[in-house]
């Protein structure tokens, strides 16, 4: 991995670099009263940048988002005339801030959770060639804001994810994050919920270097628009981290559903094998072999599905890099 920006232009005096962009996204909801705040404390010059743009996505407000936004300096508005959800927002902005020449690309909340002043720590991985996509880790255990179920939900999820995704981040959840052009090229995201969880998952079907940085929070201003109790963060939260372990690992994720079946055939085999060798109760063989059978077709069908489903992902694969190319040709020629 080389440091990001670093373009060879010939040798010896005609070697050079280009300019290095970073450009802030800040995907928006009704921000019209959290965001001056959050505009404030982001930085116009951050160490190994030649430039730092803001960049505002209006997710179909109804308030003056994208108005308070242009009043505040910010250098690119991208308006949706609709509410198409965070997961939207987010994608349209990678797509924006590509097109606009970014080298890397930092996301963060509207609602200024996150300490901006963090934001070099946060790309310093990227531009030492360490990492593809950094996520800013919050001090969970810290935050008033968050009750005791809250925190134990914040890490049972993060488990989750980092065994999906084989990375070892420890605030899964976290929006604080800076990707690397590359990483920001070949990002997808399949869900209308939310992207953070998903895109680890990816990052690490793909292969990507992911590393986590502490960092710092503000007090909240605002109840969470994305999570409104916890049973609906509990429900989104398992149905992304499924369909995430079922598309980026199919193989493994029916391999594991087929085990219940299996598991439960064994069982009834050695039932039927005990009540046909060590007692005389021959009418209570037959249902155990003939529910073992069953079990045991079940396990075979969904282990079927799993390779095919994993055939599909190569598939799936393939079609993702030529994505990937063509999205670079585009972002290229708006470039040029």
Known sequence: MNPVGIVDAGSGEAAGRRTRKLVIQVPCLNEAETLPATLADLPRSVEGFDCVEWLVVDD??????????????????????VNRGLAAA?????????????????????????DASCIPDLVAPILSGRADLVVGER??????????????????????????????????????????????????????????????????WQGLDVVGVPVRVHPSTRPSRL??????????????????????????????????????????????????????????????????????????LIAVVGLLADLLSAN???LGEIRTMLRRREVESSDG
């Open 227 to 300: 999570v409104r109790s916890v049973p609906q963060y509990l429900w989104r939260s398992a149905q992304t981290i499924v369909r995430s372990f079922a598309l980026y690992k199919p193989f493994r994720f029916f391999l594991l559903l087929s085990a219940v079946p299996a598991l439960l055939g064994v069982v009834l085999v050695l039932r039927w094998a005990y009540l046909n060798w060590f007692t005389d109760d021959p009418a209570g063989r037959v249902p155990s072999l003939v529910a073992a059978a069953v079990c045991l077709l079940l396990a075979a």
């Open 90 to 114: 987010f994608l349209a902005g990678l797509d924006t801030a590509l097109r606009a020449g970014a080298d890397v690309v930092v996301n963060t909340d509207a609602d200024n959770q996150y």
């Open 60 to 81: 179909g407000s109804t308030d003056d988002t994208s108005e308070v936004a242009r009043a505040h300096g910010v250098d690119h508005v991208v308006r949706f005339p």
């Open 139 to 204: 001090p969970i255990e810290e935050i008033e804001e968050f009750s005791a179920t809250k925190k134990r939900l914040q890490r049972l999820g993060s488990a989750i994810v980092r065994a999906a995704s084989g990375t070892d981040i420890r605030d899964a959840a976290s929006g604080f994050r800076a990707f690397s052009r590359d990483t920001a090229l070949q990002l997808q995201v399949l869900g209308r919920y939310s992207y953070t969880m998903e895109t680890l998952v990816q990052a690490g």
């Open 316 to 318: 799936r694969r393939a």
